[in-house]
């Protein structure tokens, strides 16, 4: 019964979940995701959020699975197969310097004020703890300086990878960034300068709700008067 039945190494990774191909050709020939698209359940106002149509059919994806907990989802997100949408988090960093090290400078250094230093922005990939680019900056240069070509780098790195989910602190907080980021068709979550007009916002109306001890969210609409439509 198994004469036939070949052995080889091969380059391409491998998952245990292949039956998931099955269940997508089900799916897809039965227009499942087209009748979900048409009705009218609610969407999450917000760029972290996913479509409702994909938290289903990744919830059926994981009793097909033999999932019986929610926690046992996890188990396929972080197979590298199946796992073809990254979560890219982006960050700086500050380097003290005791030397001369080249393009060391005096910038920005909470931990030892007017001493020289490197700024390095990086980029790593969330969802299997890997680091996708590293540029080393003069300690002088804000956390935006390179942005733009520091992300296309990055992005040519991920060639043939999907990025579905860009994260990045306050220090990246900026028009031109936030444009490129749209032109591109990317989703991202940038955290909010803390900025007068942004706690004018905070303090008025909201419905708060607390996610934790000491950690409350809410969801507003806000756009600064230099922004375009």
Avoid at 16 to 33: A, I, Q, T, Y
Avoid at 77 to 86: G, Q
Avoid at 154 to 175: H, Y
Wanted: glycine letters at 10%; proline letters at 3%; one cysteine or more.
């Amino acid at each position: 019964m198994f004469k036939d039945i070949g052995i080889k190494f091969v380059d391409k990774e491998i998952t245990p979940f292949g039956g998931l191909s099955l269940f997508l050709k089900m799916v897809e020939r039965c227009g499942f995701e087209e009748v979900l698209r048409e009705c009218g359940l609610p969407e999450q106002g917000s760029n972290r959020g996913y479509r409702p149509w994909q938290l289903i059919i990744g919830l059926f994806a994981g009793v097909w699975c033999g999932a019986s907990m929610f926690g046992h989802l996890n188990l396929v997100r972080y197979d590298r197969v199946l796992s073809n949408n990254y979560t890219l988090d982006f960050d700086s960093t500050v380097m003290v310097r005791e030397g001369e090290q080249e393009d060391a400078a005096k910038g920005y250094n909470p931990k030892r004020p007017g001493r020289n230093s490197h700024h390095p922005i990086l980029a790593f990939v969330s969802d299997i703890r890997m680091i996708a680019n590293y540029w080393l900056r003069p300690g002088n240069t804000s956390a935006s300086t390179n942005y733009l070509a520091f992300l296309e780098d990055t992005l040519e790195n991920l060639q043939g990878k999907t990025v579905g989910l860009i994260r990045m602190d306050s220090g990246f907080f900026a028009k031109e960034i936030m444009d490129y980021l749209e032109s591109r068709g990317l989703q991202y979550i940038v955290a909010c300068k803390f900025t007068w007009p942004t706690k004018r916002e905070l303090v008025r109306g909201r419905v708060w709700t607390e996610i934790d001890d000491g950690i409350e969210m809410a969801e507003t609409t806000y756009q600064e008067q230099s922004w375009g439509t």
